[in-house]
C-alpha cells in the first residue's frame, strides 16, 4: 500500500476526519489506498499549531481558556506529548489530486477548517482524501518522502 508521511497534528486530524485535504508542493497520478504515517519528528511550530482552538476542537481538546493558566498548559502539554509520531495512524482513499487554485471551486464543501489545516498558496496540490479509518492502535513504521511502500504485515 502506498503511504504518505505528515508532520503532526495534521497526521491526527486526518484520522479524525477533521482534514480530507492533503496539500503538497508536488503532483501525483497515484489514486487509491493510502496509509496515512504520523512522522517522527515534530518541530514547534506545529506544537504551538496543536494550541489553536480549531485543532483543539477538532481533535476533541479543551481549547484555551481566556485567562491562560498553569493547568491548561499542563493539559495541553500531555495532549501534545500524547500524539503517535513515528507510525501510521490511519487508512485512507486518495480519490483525486488537483491544484490548490481548483479546490474553492470543486471541493465541496470547502471549509474554513480545511483551509486552515493546509497550504493553499498558488502553484501547490490538494490531495483528495476519502473513506479514512483510524487504526484502533498506531502500527509503528519508518516514513519517508513523497509517497513510499507501506505493509501492514511487517511495520514497513
Known amino acids: 500500500m502506498k503511504a504518505i508521511t505528515l508532520t503532526q497534528p495534521w497526521a491526527s486530524l486526518v484520522a479524525v476526519g477533521a ?19 504520523a512522522a517522527k519528528g515534530f518541530p514547534g511550530e506545529a506544537k ?25 498548559l499542563d493539559y495541553m502539554a500531555a495532549r501534545i506529548k ?32 480545511e483551509e486552515a489545516f493546509g497550504n493553499y498558496e498558488a502553484r501547490r496540490f490538494g490531495f483528495l482524501l476519502d473513506d479514512v479509518v ?14 513510499w511502500e507501506w505493509s501492514a504485515a511487517n511495520g514497513k
Open 82 to 113: 500524547s500524539l503517535p509520531l513515528g507510525c501510521v495512524v490511519a487508512t485512507a482513499t486518495m480519490v483525486n489530486c488537483i491544484e490548490t487554485e481548483l479546490i474553492r471551486t470543486h471541493v465541496k464543501p470547502f471549509t474554513e477548517q
Open 19 to 37: 482534514k480530507r485535504i492533503e496539500t503538497r508542493s508536488w503532483s501525483t497520478s497515484y489514486r487509491g489506498p493510502i496509509a496515512i504515517h
Open 48 to 72: 504551538r499549531f496543536c494550541e489553536s482552538r480549531m485543532v483543539c476542537w477538532a481533535l476533541g481538546w479543551r481549547a484555551c481558556p481566556p485567562q491562560i493558566t498553569q493547568e491548561w
Open 134 to 147: 483510524a487504526l484502533p492502535e498506531p502500527i509503528p513504521a519508518v516514513g519517508k518522502l513523497s509517497l
